[in-house]
C-alpha cells in the first residue's frame, strides 16, 4: 500500500522561475493538507484541500502561492516568481477520515533557489 | 510568542535511559495533542495522539497533556539507538479544524 508520494523531492530554482510541486495521496484519500519547514523552524500549516476544493488556506501567502487539488490526478503547489526565502521542505500530508491525527505525510520536497 | 513552544535541544542520551520531551502552548482551544518523529530528510510519522488531558500509554512511549498548566510531555523508556530522531509535537483545536500547530521539534540522539 503506497503512502503518500511527492515529487520531486529535490527542486533548484532561479529567483523569478516558477516551482510545481506535486503530492500523490495515499489511495482512497481525499483530503490533503501542505505544510512548509523552514530551516531551524516547525512546520507551518499552508492550505487544506479536498478533491476540487479549497477548504483552508489561512496559511497560505497571499502572493505568488496558490494552491490545487483536481479530480483527477495529484494535488499541486504552485510557487510563481520564487524568492530565496521561499527555499524550505514542502510537506503534504493525506487523510481519509477528517481527523486531526489521521494525516500522514510524504517524504517532502526541498526546494532550494539560488 | 509562538502558539507552541518547544527546546529545540539538541538532546543526547545514553542508551536505555528514560527520555522526557515537553512542550508548552498558549492557545486553550487546542484539544488533539500529536507527537510525529521525523528522521533526517523524511516526512513526519505520527507517533501517538491525545485527546484532551490524561495520559497514553504505546509500548516504551507515554504521552502526558496537563491542559490546566498547557503542558504537554512525550517519555520514552528504554531508550534505543533508533529513536535518534527528531521529535515534533503537533496541536489542533478539533474535527472540522484540521489545520496542525507544531513545535519547532527536539532533536534526539541517543548514545550506545
Known amino acids: 500500500n503506497a503512502g503518500v508520494m511527492q515529487n520531486p523531492r529535490h527542486l533548484v530554482r532561479r529567483r523569478g522561475q516558477e516551482a510545481r510541486l506535486r503530492c500523490s495521496p495515499v489511495?482512497?484519500?481525499?483530503?490533503v493538507y501542505w505544510y512548509r519547514q523552514l530551516p531551524e523552524e516547525g512546520l507551518k500549516f499552508m492550505v487544506y484541500?479536498?478533491?476540487?476544493?479549497?477548504?483552508?488556506e489561512s496559511g497560505m501567502p497571499k502572493e505568488r502561492f496558490s494552491a490545487e487539488f483536481p479530480k483527477e490526478g495529484p494535488s499541486i503547489l504552485r510557487i510563481q516568481q520564487v524568492v530565496r526565502g521561499d527555499s524550505a521542505a514542502y510537506f503534504c500530508?493525506?487523510?481519509?477520515?477528517?481527523?486531526?491525527?489521521?494525516?500522514?505525510f510524504g517524504p517532502g520536497t526541498r526546494l532550494t533557489v539560488t | 510568542q509562538k502558539e507552541v513552544e518547544q527546546d529545540p535541544g539538541p538532546l543526547s542520551v545514553p542508551e536505555g535511559a528514560i527520555v522526557s520531551l515537553n512542550c508548552t502552548y498558549s492557545n486553550s482551544a487546542f484539544q488533539y495533542f500529536m507527537w510525529y518523529r521525523q528522521y533526517s530528510r523524511k516526512g513526519p510519522e505520527l507517533l501517538m495522539y491525545?485527546?484532551?488531558?490524561g495520559n497514553k500509554e504505546d509500548g516504551r512511549f507515554t504521552a502526558q497533556v496537563d491542559k490546566s498548566s498547557k503542558y504537554i510531555s512525550l517519555f520514552i523508556r528504554d531508550s534505543q539507538p533508533s529513536d535518534s530522531a527528531t521529535y515534533l509535537c503537533a496541536m489542533s483545536e478539533s474535527f472540522g479544524n484540521e489545520k496542525l500547530t507544531f513545535g519547532t521539534g527536539t532533536r534526539l540522539t541517543i548514545i550506545p
Open positions: 491525545t485527546y484532551s488531558s
Open positions: 489511495k482512497g484519500h481525499s483530503h
Open positions: 484541500l479536498q478533491k476540487e476544493n479549497i477548504i483552508d
Open positions: 500530508a493525506s487523510s481519509f477520515y477528517v481527523a486531526p491525527y489521521e494525516q500522514y
